[in-house]
């Protein structure tokens, strides 16, 4: 509960009516209920401490943004993997095919997709998950698999995407240091522990873009328990 400033002021006017021939204890009582407004107040904010902690992520520049400052005409943006070449001809042709479905809403397991990249993995169509974009994906893997006091292990400084989820999720996350901007697999064996459920793996690495080898993974897998989730992009 949180007391608003004008129930707070008709509760120190009713206490000073009633305690008006004592007046240091109408002192006294106003000191204690300001003192828990403050307490409630702050221990009840709404928003969560690993929440407010969150920095916002910080895009790189817009070329149109370069431009006004840029007397350069080529401008190539080479953040945010995006094509610089456009969509394909083939991929505008099947949006505007389905646009004409808009107003349906779209089949949201996405079968038929799932059954044609099962078909050419044969692989079981159960085990074929999509998102929208790996940090969707990501997202899921957070709320399905972690509850009461999961612990998540990854590498410091590696892919933000995965650092804001992992931080905004609540659980106790384990930051590794990198060795020399690589991440540390033998450090964050050690960190394994019964509580760990996600570890995240990002090869190669962004920003670093420094990688670790398969057989240097190979070695690290092997110490992982069968009960955590190996999340590797
Ligand atoms: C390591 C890593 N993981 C995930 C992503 C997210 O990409 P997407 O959601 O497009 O798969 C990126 C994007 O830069 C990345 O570098």
Same mark, same amino acid.
């Given at each position: ?6 129930? $707070? ?7 000073h @009516? ?5 007046p +240091?204890?109408?002192?006294i ?7 828990s407004?403050k307490f =409630?107040?702050?221990?009840? /904010?709404?928003?969560? %401490?690993?929440?407010?902690? +969150? ?12 431009? /006004?400052? &840029?007397?350069? /005409?080529?401008? =190539? %943006?080479?953040s ?27 089949? &949201?397991?996405g ?8 078909? %050419?993995?044969?692989?079981?169509? @159960? ?14 893997i =957070? ?6 006091? @999961? ?6 400084? &590696? ?38 459920k996600?570890?995240? $793996? ?26 955590? =989730?190996?999340?590797?992009?």
């Amino acid at each position: 509960m949180i007391i608003e400033e004008k129930e $707070l002021t008709q509760l120190k006017v009713k206490i000073h @009516d009633i305690s008006k021939n004592y007046p +240091l204890v109408d002192l006294i009582y106003i000191y204690i209920i300001l003192i828990s407004y403050k307490f =409630i107040h702050y221990s009840m /904010s709404l928003v969560p %401490k690993y929440i407010k902690n +969150l920095s916002p992520y910080v895009p790189g520049r817009r070329i149109e943004d370069v431009k /006004s400052f &840029s007397d350069t /005409s080529n401008i =190539i %943006k080479l953040s945010s993997n995006e094509n610089p070449l456009g969509p394909s001809n083939k991929s505008i042709i099947e949006a505007r095919k389905v646009i004409k479905n808009a107003h349906r809403y779209p089949d &949201s397991s996405g079968y038929n997709l799932r059954k044609l990249l099962a078909g %050419k993995y044969s692989i079981n169509i @159960d085990n074929v998950i999509l998102g929208n974009g790996s940090e969707g994906i990501m997202s899921t893997i =957070i709320r399905t698999f972690l509850h009461g006091d @999961d612990q998540l292990i990854s590498s410091e400084d &590696s892919f933000i995407g995965f650092r804001v989820l992992a931080n905004a999720s609540g659980y106790l996350v384990h930051w590794v240091k990198t060795d020399n901007y690589y991440y540390d697999l033998c450090s964050i064996a050690k960190k394994i522990n019964k509580k760990t459920k996600i570890i995240y $793996l990002a090869n190669p690495d962004n920003p670093t873009g420094t990688y670790f080898t398969k057989s240097v993974f190979d070695d690290f897998i092997k110490k992982v328990p069968r009960k955590s =989730i190996g999340y590797i992009r």
